[in-house]
């Protein structure tokens, strides 16, 4: 969990470029590190809990189930559950998430 979350990738395969889905799941209390993904659009859809996103450039955001969240490639983004019970979402890279294009810039030191 040294991301800050717990991930389970859904589809990632080199034989569909265009996209790749995985399951996020957020404990509460915990803000995943900051980090971008260069070259990848992602999109969060918030499957159940609650939390508040930050992407580089905008206002800080409060999301709930069904909310779908656009970050642009190469933005910074990092969210929080603030609620009482796991924050899940999917993560919806497009083209297909490569782990060669996750930076972490977060300052905090990793654990």
Request: aromatic share 6%; glycine share 10%; net charge negative.
């Amino acid at each position: 969990m040294v991301e800050g979350c717990f991930i389970l990738e859904s589809w990632n395969s080199p034989d569909d470029p265009a996209v790749s889905v995985a399951r996020a799941r957020v404990e509460p209390g915990v803000t995943t590190r900051l980090h971008r993904l260069e070259g990848i659009v992602e999109r969060y859809l918030i499957l159940s809990g609650k939390g508040i996103v930050e992407v580089a450039g905008l206002q800080s955001k409060a999301v709930g189930v069904g909310d779908v969240v656009y970050i642009p490639a190469g933005c910074g983004q990092r969210i929080r559950n603030h609620g009482e019970v796991d924050l899940v979402f999917l993560a919806i890279c497009s083209p297909r998430f490569q782990a060669s294009a996750y930076q972490d810039i977060d300052t905090a030191p990793l654990t």
